[in-house]
């Protein structure tokens, strides 16, 4: 049997994106072969294309973060689990694929019932959110936060989030993005045509409790400034590399992956020592993951009986079939994507546990 995926030729743009067709991967020991339903498009994606993110595989590789599939197939030495069910995971590459083979441990049941798309988008979006909200900052009810990026896949998650935590929210956005803002409980910020840090002490005098800060780089420190004495920064991203889906300076490839990461210590270390106790903390899921992954199984499974309660509903920004990869990659650097981009199996407008 023969099955479509996707690869990465080269550190680039989206033209680095081909889609092969090759024979059906084979389950090996204690690993379980998935038929994917829906896979998340995701900004370390674009990040790992490109050779900037710390988690960039060497080329070629298949993309893909997160995915929701039907187990087709069991290795030898798997139990516990059936052909049919329906199981998400987190490989963090290679899920732009029809088929993949992964470790039984690594797959976390999902409700019959539930849309894929939507259910994938807890995965990667939803976990950051809950762990950046209730781990990394642990939030208390009537706290202020400030999130960046609100209209977006993790942003939309943290406002959902945020308002069943009682939290008063602050977002900036586009002009474009400030309804959905507006409609998920935030106030909205419109970053191109105000100053957020003015804004945020208009708002809430001495700042806020918190701010989820995915951009990176000097972005962090400017977020500071909107914080009260005793507040925190959770930096999670470093998507201010990025410009129109391309690197900002213009260069591809894994020699810059991790000076980011050494801007992230400095600050981290600037937020203790500095005056006004406004600490940077650093957020890594696929770290906390590795480190604590029945954490990141209870949190995934807590999030997904609330979608199944109807509690939270994700934003599907749109879904493309697998073979427009590209296509998706390309909306998703443009910027200003509300909600969260998918790829579906067949390209089709809804996809389901029951398919």
């Keep these: 049997m023969r099955h479509t995926r996707i690869i990465v030729t080269h550190y680039g743009g989206p033209d680095a994106l081909r889609v092969v067709e090759e024979e059906c991967p084979e389950p090996k020991n204690g690993e379980v072969r998935v038929r994917v339903l829906a896979a998340g498009v995701s900004l370390p994606d674009v990040m790992a294309r490109e050779g900037i993110h710390p988690e960039t595989p060497l080329v070629p590789y298949t993309p893909g973060w997160d995915l929701v599939g039907v187990v087709d197939r069991l290795g030898d030495g798997v139990s516990k689990i059936e052909p049919g069910q329906i199981v998400a995971a987190m490989p963090i590459s290679g899920a732009y694929a029809e088929f993949v083979c992964l470790p039984q441990r690594e797959l976390v049941p999902v409700p019959s019932g539930l849309d894929a798309a939507e259910a994938v988008s807890l995965v990667l979006n939803y976990i950051t959110a809950y762990q950046m909200l209730h781990r990394s900052a642990k939030v208390k009810p009537g706290e202020r ?49 105000q100053d957020y840090v003015k804004e945020i002490h208009r708002l809430a005098s001495e700042g806020v409790d918190a701010v989820f800060d995915g951009i ?94 109807k509690k939270i509903k994700p934003l599907i920004a749109q879904r493309f079939p697998l073979a427009e990869a590209r296509q998706a990659q390309e909306l998703l650097g443009k910027g200003g994507v509300i909600g969260k981009i998918v790829l579906v199996r067949n390209g089709s407008s809804l996809e389901s546990g029951a398919a």
């Design 216 to 309: 990176g780089g000097t972005h962090i420190w400017r977020s500071r400034k909107a914080l009260r004495p005793g507040g925190r920064v959770v930096a999670y991203g470093l998507t201010g590399s990025l410009r129109g889906g391309r690197l900002a300076s213009g260069r591809s490839g894994r020699r810059d992956r991790f000076s980011g990461i050494a801007i992230f210590a400095l600050y981290i270390a600037g937020g203790w020592l500095l005056p006004g106790r406004k600490r940077v903390v650093p957020y890594s899921i696929q770290t906390l993951k590795r480190l604590r992954p029945a954490l990141f199984r209870q949190d995934l499974i807590a999030l997904l009986d609330l979608l199944q309660q």
């Design 145 to 193: 936060v400030l999130i960046h990026g609100a209209s977006g896949g993790v942003g939309t998650a943290l406002l959902q989030l945020g308002r069943l935590a009682g939290l008063e929210m602050y977002g900036t956005c586009s002009s474009r993005g400030a309804s959905a803002v507006s409609e998920l409980g935030g106030v909205p910020i419109d970053y191109r045509n």
